[in-house]
Nanobody, 126 residues
Framework: QVQLVESGGGLVQAGGSLRLSCAAS????????VGWFRQAPGKEREFVAA????????HYADSVKGRFTISRDNAKNTVYLQMNSLKPEDTAVYYC???????????????????WGKGTLVTVSS
């Protein structure tokens, strides 16, 4: 069992930056692919970014590529999402998810599988 807790959300104006954290407990994340997903009110959850279980590859949705960066710190058992040049359309609840031995690209299609945090709200004002 892996417990995931997201933090770092908040209110930011367009063009600003936030860094989200996904802290894991229960077991090490070193054997897990980890991804970030987001869901806005009235919309389906969508994939944002992922890092593979080996830590050597990343994968991003086209809508965030070049603006967001996912990384991991194995010593802290934490995965981060650095979000720059934020837009109002980035407003959503952001969720962290982990699935064992999953590549970065495969994380985009995990659906509801794996372990999920409760989310952190990001609001980007115009």
């Amino acid at each position: 069992q892996v417990q995931l807790v997201e933090s770092g959300g908040g209110l930011v104006q367009a063009g600003g930056s936030l860094r989200l954290s996904c802290a894991a407990s229960g077991r090490t994340l070193s054997g897990y692919g980890v991804g970030w997903f987001r869901q806005a009110p009235g919309k389906e959850r969508e994939f944002v970014a992922a890092i593979g279980w080996t830590g050597g590859t990343t994968h991003y949705a086209d809508s965030v590529k070049g603006r967001f960066t996912i990384s991991r710190d194995n010593a802290k058992n934490t995965v981060y999402l650095q979000m720059n040049s934020l837009k109002p359309e980035d407003t959503a609840v952001y969720y962290c998810a982990a699935r064992g031995f999953t590549s970065a690209q495969a994380m985009a299609g995990i659906g509801s599988m794996g372990y999920w945090g409760k989310g952190t709200l990001v609001t980007v004002s115009s």
